[in-house]
């Protein structure tokens, strides 16, 4: 009922910028919560940053200051944007929807198929 589709990821040199974007579509009445986690190789997905509906946001500490998080309401779309990336930034970013379908009282989470992000060194 409801997809997320990422863009924007890519292959970019250490201290080079990338910027995410994330578009929600399908039946849908509201959205709460939005946010971008990442899996490396090996490890367990982690939060990067979220937003709320009011745009107030929440940084992990690894990223605090490079990257940012933001919306467009009316689009449905969250975007990260990243700059000063390290390698030790390369995974699969996914985004994250908490999400109200019109004809439902309760919100589900919803997530991205992700999207590759290789810093090199």
């Known amino acids: 009922q409801v997809q997320l589709v990422e863009s924007g990821g890519g292959l970019v040199p250490a201290g080079g910028s990338l910027r995410l974007s994330c578009a929600a579509s399908g039946r849908i009445f509201s959205i709460g919560v939005m946010g971008w986690y990442r899996q490396g190789p090996g490890k367990q997905r982690d939060l990067v940053a979220s937003i709320t509906g009011g745009k107030s946001t929440n940084e992990a500490d690894s990223v605090k200051g490079r990257f940012t998080i933001s919306r467009d309401h009316a689009q449905n779309t969250v975007y990260l944007q990243m700059n000063s990336l390290k390698p030790e930034d390369t995974a699969v970013y996914y985004c994250?929807?908490?999400?109200?379908?019109?004809?439902?009282?309760?919100?589900?989470?919803?997530w991205g198929q992700g999207t590759q992000v290789t810093v090199s060194s």
């Open positions: 994250n929807a908490a999400v109200q379908v019109r004809g439902s009282y309760v919100s589900a989470n919803y």
